[in-house]
């Protein structure tokens, strides 16, 4: 077995402090078409930060990269290029010249200034203007952070805008961890690593266990990262907490421990646990280390996955005669099949919404990422390639990362967006298999 909706079109109850704008409709409907029919078309924006530190750094500029990526990456802006700008020095709390931005059919514009404050922080005030109905954004606060991070400012702001203009959370500031992988096929050395959702600041996590890692999963609130230690002879899980920055292993289980993946509540994990040629799910609950049992077949069951109110289970078993995607209860009753599509199925993973469940299927020689309802129905596959697993959702559960891997080549991580319309790789420079998306960061 390989271990390998439509877009809201009305604004945010609750829109960012930094963009709330006045009362009246903004143009949202601007956002054309749905996720199912993928014809949406993106939004004109300018961007446009400036500023720069006491080394007279250009702070600014960096910052609008940033946020000109974040947005441009999602498929639901386009932002206009600065060398077009008419108006190019603006007052963060002065309306613009409409007639400058009109001209250059820009719909928004984003301004801001980027500065240290009195605490040392790099700190970005930003606003967002309506052009086509001339409405200003009111002042709020601007986001703050340590100069070592000041990218987060960035990403903060793009998860501010996106809200803002399409109604759901952004997930520009998150993180990913991923396996990293070197040497040659068959001998690679697999590290556990983590970065910016974008590919930025890469780093390699020391962690327990011998062996190579694989499988890694990001606790419910982004603070402890579950992976596994694979050796010749066993397979253990453990939990690394990021703010230690060390890996315990999980209790003393009789077998060889894999696929974990974290409650919603943070409160249990959820694992397969293998003893010859059987391999049942297991749920331990990490307060005091009690685990339960939760199948008996004697067939292969593994890749749990939590229902977003964790009261149910999706997991793969081959208990049918070839591996496929399963339902039960988070106490282990009810279990029942959703997949009869043809192919085999593998690594379901439920969506921080819940209302859909992201897959892996093998067919006619070539794997595929797609989605389904969680009853089964629906089935869409969203991108196929030689050899592509290992989904993970965003936390606004409208993108999926996952892993592909070309013939004879080293695997690299991809994101598609939901409806399959916007697919591309995520920048990191070396193999990466295995993604794991975190939660928005506080």
Known sequence: MSRRTILSLVPAAGAAAVLAGPTGAWAQDELEGTVRQANVKPLAIAIMITGTDPSGS???????????????????????DPRAFIETSLDVNSPPTWENWTAINAQFLVNGRAYINDQGQVQADVRLW????????????????????????????????YERLTGEKGYFDTRIA????????????????????????????????????????????????AYMALSADSARIFLYNLERRRGEQVGQVKGMAFAPRYSPDGSKLAFS???????????????????????????????????ADGSRIA??????GSPQIYIMGADGS??????????????????????????????KGRFSIGVMNPDGSGERLLTSSYLEEGPTWAPNGRYIMFFREPPGGMPSLWMVEVNGRIERPVPYTGGASDPAWSPLLP
């Not at 646990?273 to 939760?294: C, F, T």
């Not at 009810?334 to 093998?362: E, M, N």
């Open 58 to 80: 250009n702070i600014g500029e960096q910052l609008t990269k940033v946020v000109i990526n974040d947005l441009q990456s999602s498929g639901y802006f386009a932002p206009i």
């Open 130 to 161: 309506d052009i086509y109905s001339q409405k200003e954004g009111s002042p709020g606060v601007g986001f703050a952070i340590t100069p070592e991070q000041w990218r987060r400012v960035a990403h903060k702001h793009a998860d501010a805008i």
């Open 178 to 225: 991923f396996v990293a992988e070197s040497g040659k096929r068959g001998d690679r050395i697999k590290r556990l690593a983590m970065m910016d959702q974008d590919g930025a600041n890469p780093q390699y996590l020391a962690v327990e266990g011998s062996g190579k890692i694989i499988t890694p999963r990001f606790s419910a609130k982004g603070d402890e990262i």
């Open 273 to 307: 646990v293998s003893q010859g040629a059987n391999s049942d799910i297991y749920v331990m609950n990490l307060p005091n280390g009690s685990l339960r049992r939760l199948t008996s077949d004697p067939a292969i069951d593994t890749s749990p996955s939590f229902s």
């Open 315 to 320: 997991f793969t078993s081959d208990r049918g």
């Open 334 to 363: 009810g279990a029942r099949r959703i997949t009869f599509g043809g192919g085999l199925y593998s690594t379901p993973v439920f969506s921080p919404k819940g209302d859909l469940i992201a897959f892996t299927k093998q067919s």
